[in-house]
């Protein structure tokens, strides 16, 4: 098992702020779970009674609409913590965290993120910080979906993933997401989308191989997005 003080991840995150006794504690108090494909890290309306750091893997943070489609929020990968918005707010999660690829994730008991929070000034102002972006890019989400059309969603989602996650050695994307997920996550119904992916399929602007998604033109799927 890692230590704290010796985890690269732990410098990607508000933890990089906590003195040498602050990651002792954290690493007395942490508890790593590995979490398969398609397993859950927490539901919706649970109560997570601390943050979880994303230590390797892939998630999607995603909200159950009232036709009971699953709406991808967020992707998250490693260097990201999870949860800290309902401990801030002492509610329970608003969205559900399950994993797109095999996950380890450590967890950290709200008492001591209490205690970071209370003691450590640059610890809470980066918490803040990352808040505060959540919440940036929540609205532009919003704005997105009111001002641009399922088409520009979806260069962009594509490109995103591309841009975020990488691709595999085959050119394909590393992130497999359904045709349902991708849906979800650009607001549409996946018949639109297949028929979407199809459409560019044939632009060429992407290749598909059987459910996976090659980029061909990153240049047009670009000019498509804006």
């Known amino acids: 098992m890692n230590k704290c003080d010796q985890c690269i991840v732990r410098q990607l995150t508000s933890l990089k702020a906590l003195n040498k006794e602050e990651v002792i504690k954290l690493a007395n108090s942490k508890t790593t779970y590995s979490i398969k494909k398609g397993e859950a890290i927490f539901e919706e309306g649970e109560i997570t009674n ?91 989400d919003k704005i997105a979906l009111a001002q641009k059309t399922v088409k520009q969603r979806l260069a962009e989602t594509l490109l995103y993933l591309h841009a975020t996650f990488g691709e595999n050695t085959d050119k394909t994307l590393k992130v497999q997401l359904t045709r349902e997920e991708l849906a979800g996550m650009i607001g549409t119904a996946t018949e639109s989308c297949i028929r979407l992916l199809s459409d560019f399929n044939k632009l060429e602007l992407i290749e598909l191989v059987g459910k996976k998604i090659i980029i061909k033109n990153e240049k047009a799927l670009k000019k498509l997005a804006e």
């Not at 999870?82 to 969205?95: H, T, V």
């Not at 008492?111 to 450590?120: K, P, S, T």
């Open 50 to 140: 601390g943050v979880f750091c994303v230590k390797d893997g892939i998630g999607k943070l995603s909200k159950l609409s009232a036709n009971g489609k699953d709406q991808i929020v967020k992707l998250v990968k490693s260097g990201e913590l999870l949860g800290q918005r309902s401990m801030i707010s002492n509610e329970p999660a608003n969205l559900s965290a399950k994993a797109v690829a095999d996950m380890e994730v450590c967890f950290i008991p709200k008492a001591e993120i209490i205690n970071f929070f209370n003691n450590n000034n640059q610890f809470s102002m980066n918490l803040m910080q990352t808040v505060c972006e959540d919440l940036k890019e929540s609205e532009n």
